[in-house]
């Protein structure tokens, strides 16, 4: 079975820093996808960034960035410029190519000091 | 906005009773899922249906059932609340379910007095 570990459950940086969320993930399966999602305080679940396992280049997403290692089966998230607006869950997520079902890590809470 | 929408926004209801959540996904997208997240907690996967049928079962009580329309909307039945139903719930739709990102709904959040 699949899973994802964050284990940083809080962090924090201060504002205009560069932080860098962990995930790891175990699987079996060769083709999957990877998802960072960021829940700020209103609860709502938005998507950060997104890395296909098949790609070997990292992810970037203006001053989000993932730094992935298929080998290590890690998945970090690297937030730099820091804005106060960064402040939210940050759950890392997988869903292989076959199943359907995503898996979820527990989240990270993440505070920009300002 | 996600173009995923789900109501109501809030459920406040007696132990014992039974509830209705429903869910439209985003339009195109033929996958729905149903997360429960307790305070303070990650995301539970309760369910998934893509065009209709029921795809995957996550850690779903057997007092909840769920099903998805011909319209693709989703509807999540929750029956004999308890006190610890008390969650927001989250649907999620996605294009067809595989590596596709979800999309996710503003959430309903159901208090059980």
């Known amino acids: 079975a699949q899973t994802v570990t964050q284990s940083q459950p809080e962090m924090s940086v201060q504002e205009a820093e560069t932080v860098t969320l962990s995930c790891t993930y175990d699987?079996?399966?060769?083709?999957?996808?990877l998802f960072w999602y960021k829940q700020p305080p209103s609860r709502q679940m938005i998507l950060v960034i997104r890395q296909e396992a098949y790609k070997q280049q990292n992810a970037t997403e203006n001053r989000f960035s993932v730094n992935f290692q298929k080998a290590a089966k890690s998945f970090s998230l690297k937030i730099s410029d820091s804005q106060l607006g960064d402040t939210a869950m940050y759950f890392c997520?997988?869903?292989?190519?076959?199943?359907?079902?995503?898996?979820f890590g527990t989240g990270t809470s993440l505070t920009v000091i300002p | 906005d996600s173009g995923v929408t789900q109501t109501p926004k809030h459920l406040i209801t007696a132990t014992g009773q039974r509830v209705t959540l429903r869910c439209s996904p985003r339009s195109g997208d033929l996958s729905v899922y149903w997360y429960q997240q307790s305070l303070d907690q990650g995301l539970q996967f309760l369910i998934q249906?893509?065009?209709?049928?029921?795809?995957a079962k996550g850690n779903i009580l057997e007092r909840f059932s769920a099903q998805q329309f011909p319209d693709l909307h989703s509807e999540l039945n929750l029956s004999s609340l308890e006190l610890g139903d008390s969650a927001l719930y989250f649907c999620?739709?996605?294009?067809?379910?595989?590596?596709?990102?979800?999309?996710f709904g503003p959430g309903t959040r159901l208090t059980v007095l």
């Open positions: 999620a739709s996605s294009v067809n379910g595989a590596y596709n990102e979800q999309f």
């Open positions: 249906y893509y065009n209709g049928e029921e795809r």
């Open positions: 997520a997988f869903n292989s190519n076959t199943g359907n079902q995503f898996y």
């Open positions: 699987t079996s399966e060769n083709n999957y996808y």
